[in-house]
């Protein structure tokens, strides 16, 4: 059974950094698609990050140049770090492995998300 468990969320003020990790069991992050979404209170799910078999990356316009997606083929784990964080970034992160980048619908598993709340 697939599983994927985050881990690195909390609570920081605006400017500062986290780094998310996403373990996967049962599953290799190198075999497919792997991403990150978020939904923020009363928003709807949106696609933030996600690199691809290849090793090719997309992220939302809204965090380029300030998040990395990365994985560590060997301890089966992908990460996001998070830089310049800002208020808008609060949300619930989610990962989510097998399908088609940055398109939530199509992802077969899913991780049971962790919270970043950033403070103005």
């Known amino acids: 059974q697939v599983q994927l468990v985050e881990s690195g969320g909390g609570s920081v003020q605006t400017g500062g950094s986290l780094r998310l990790s996403c373990k996967a069991s049962e599953y290799f992050v190198s075999s497919g698609s792997m991403a990150w979404f978020r939904q923020g209170p009363g928003k709807e799910r949106e696609g933030v990050a996600a690199?691809?078999?290849?090793?090719?990356?997309n992220y939302a316009d809204s965090v380029k140049g300030r998040f990395t997606i990365s994985e560590d083929n060997a301890k089966n784990t992908v990460y996001l770090q998070m830089n310049n964080l800002k208020p808008e970034d609060t949300a619930v992160y989610y990962c989510?492995?097998?399908?088609?980048?940055?398109?939530?619908?199509?992802?077969?598993?899913w991780g049971q998300g962790t919270q970043v709340t950033v403070s103005s």
């Open positions: 690199i691809d078999s290849d090793g090719s990356t």
């Open positions: 989510a492995a097998d399908g088609i980048p940055m398109v939530a619908g199509t992802f077969d598993y």
